[in-house]
């Protein structure tokens, strides 16, 4: 019979790991955020570098498609975020089809994984 959970070695490398992908997540929706709002303010000059940049290649997208991108992040976020309370309850890495363990590697390439490839697969 597999193990049926990840040793807490493994939760922690995958909590890091997640945490790290968070951050980097909310940094890109706050930015998409402040895309939104500034999006009838032409006047960058008073910016950072970095945020005029951003500000410029958003511009060339619509509203609705930078409102998208933002939605999208929200959802990756709440996975991300619920992937952490699988971790502090112990579940995190169970496939919630088969009940087996997800492979390591595809944890580490998808943190929020809660489907084996082998269910995934299934689902066509």
């Known amino acids: 019979m597999a193990d049926l959970r990840y040793s807490d070695s493994d939760l922690a490398e995958f909590k890091a790991l997640i945490e790290s992908k968070i951050e980097a997540a909310q940094t890109d929706l706050d930015g998409l955020r402040g ?3 500034h999006a009838d303010d032409n006047g960058t000059d ?3 570098h970095s945020f005029k940049m951003m500000e410029e290649g958003a511009a060339t997208l619509s509203r609705e498609e930078v409102a998208q991108l933002a939605g999208r992040q929200e959802k990756f976020l709440r996975s991300l975020e619920n992937a952490l309370i699988r971790i502090s309850n112990k579940s995190y890495g169970v496939c919630r089809v088969t009940g087996k363990l997800i492979k390591k590697e595809r944890l580490m390439a ?3 994984a809660t489907l084996s490839i082998e269910a995934k697969n299934a689902q066509g």
Request: glycine share 0%; net charge negative.
């Open 46 to 48: 008073d910016t950072a």
């Open 110 to 112: 998808v943190p929020h």
């Open 35 to 37: 895309s939104l709002s």
